[in-house]
């Protein structure tokens, strides 16, 4: 049997507590380069909060974090970028009154000597960055995002955490509010992340969209560990049963 790849992303008995409310107890968790590791509970589950600790909005209180075997410490969201992390929240963070171009480098403006802006390499950039995942919909890298679908800006955000060569990417809920056509575009391109050898982490509600990209499936229920789940052995109603009731999960065979 082939070693146990190390994992990307390795949470150790991570706790955070908010006043006399714990967000999370002892949790573990980790994703690995190439997979699609989905992240699923109910409301107050803590999937957010784990979220947060890893991209460094919040500071965890408890237990370790390792990114690439090594442990690390995420004081904020630099830290995280540093190591590669980023996180596609559910509201995108993009501004409608710019392009695509202007989203994708926002904040990270290409600029010559005399701080004038590198337009071209911009757009070179950013249309490889988009054709390398696929992205075929949106007709033209300066059209405006307010012009685009809700699948389209699904891909900008997604693109824009490719474009800086993140390691590890969270996509908060990415489907939610698609029709069936843009939720098919987002899912493809799920899959696409975990092909060009990025960890992916999806967190969602809709167990049919895990079920279609997850390799693995992580259960949290009141800010703990619930299990593992391997996605080819397990079924949407043992995974129902665990969010809502805590049932253990099998144990799991690694690949």
């Avoid at 190439?34 to 460094?56: H, Q, R, W, Y």
């Avoid at 630099?78 to 994708?104: F, P, R, T």
């Avoid at 098919?184 to 969209?209: M, T, Y």
């Amino acid at each position: 049997m082939n070693a146990t790849p190390t994992p990307t992303l390795e949470l150790r008995g991570v706790s955070k507590n908010f006043g006399s409310v714990q967000a999370l107890q002892d949790v573990d968790f980790e994703v690995r380069q190439g997979e699609v590791m989905a992240l699923v509970g109910d409301n107050g589950a803590g999937k957010s909060t784990l979220i947060k600790c890893v991209a460094g909005i919040y500071s965890i209180d408890g237990g370790q974090i390792f990114f690439e075997g090594e442990p690390v410490t995420i004081h904020g969201p630099k830290d995280a970028a540093k190591l590669g992390i980023e996180v596609v929240y559910q509201d995108l963070a993009l501004c409608d009154n710019l392009d695509v171009v202007q989203n994708m480098y926002l904040g990270r403006e290409a600029h010559d000597p005399v701080f004038r802006l590198r337009e071209a390499p911009m757009e070179r950039r950013t249309a490889e960055t988009l054709k390398s995942l696929s992205v075929t919909t949106i007709r033209s890298v300066r059209q405006p995002v307010a012009t685009l679908s809700g699948g389209q800006r699904q891909s900008v955000a997604v693109a824009r955490a490719v474009l800086w060569n993140n390691k590890l990417v969270f996509l908060d809920e990415p489907t939610a509010a698609l029709g069936v056509a843009q939720t098919r575009q987002v899912l493809d391109l799920v899959k696409r992340l975990a092909e060009q050898g990025l960890a992916v982490v999806l967190v969602s509600h809709n167990l049919v969209d895990v079920f279609e990209v997850a390799n693995r499936i992580t259960v949290l229920r009141l800010g703990r560990n619930v299990g593992v789940y391997e996605r080819s052995k397990t079924n949407e109603q043992e995974i129902v049963e665990a969010i809502t009731f805590g049932a253990p999960a099998p144990e799991e065979v690694v690949a």
